[in-house]
């Protein structure tokens, strides 16, 4: 281990308060509580499957909606995930997963090139799962990626039930990013012919 991958991040706005802690190099235990049901479970498979530890706590306006929530703890998620990153010394930098979930198989490729992009194509035939629109998905992964400063690209291959649907699109994001976090011992030190990412 070169050096400790763990970051705390809060963010408090007239909207939300949040605090996480991550750490890329954990076993996949997860403290999640967020107000939305359907979220935590997803944050859950996405900490469990990642291997990463995640303590998150948010207070949101959930009498709006969901909406304030789930984007600003994209934010702070992707703001936790750079921190930790440090300076991406001998990390493989990309990383991707094509998952199944019964039914349905998506792709998650990202590259955590200090470039933000985001290209998602699934699409939610239900507007809501438990008390999550399906909407935010998009909006959450955008948050994450853009403040990561990673580009992510999400592909649905085979859609069908929206509970599967997003539960594989975390997991696979989660497979891909321990990926591309993950040490390679013949990098020396930042994979870019650039000299850093
Ligand atoms: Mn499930």
Request: include cysteine; charged fraction near 20%.
């Amino acid at each position: 281990m070169v050096q400790d991958r763990i970051a705390s991040v809060s963010r408090s706005t007239r909207e939300t308060q949040i605090e996480i802690t991550i750490n890329l190099d954990g076993s996949g235990q997860s403290e999640i509580s967020t107000g939305i049901g359907f979220f935590d479970h997803m944050l859950e498979g996405f900490a469990r499957h990642g291997f990463f530890d995640l303590k998150l706590q948010v207070r949101g306006d959930l009498e709006v909606d969901c909406h304030h929530s789930i984007e600003d703890t994209g934010i702070v998620l992707g703001t936790a995930i750079r921190q930790a990153l440090g300076d991406k010394r001998g990390i493989r930098r990309y990383g991707s997963c094509i998952l199944p979930m019964d039914e349905v198989l998506v792709l998650s490729a990202l590259d955590l090139s200090g470039r933000p992009y985001l290209q998602f194509d699934p699409v939610f035939s239900a507007p809501m799962v438990g008390q999550m629109d399906t909407e935010m998905v998009r909006e959450f992964f955008y948050a994450a990626s853009y403040a990561a400063m990673m580009n992510l690209h999400v592909k649905m291959l085979t859609p069908g039930n929206c509970h599967h649907m997003i539960e594989a699109i975390f997991k696979s994001f989660a497979k891909a990013l321990d990926q591309a976090v993950s040490y390679d011992s013949r990098i020396d030190g930042v994979l870019s012919t650039k000299g850093r990412i």
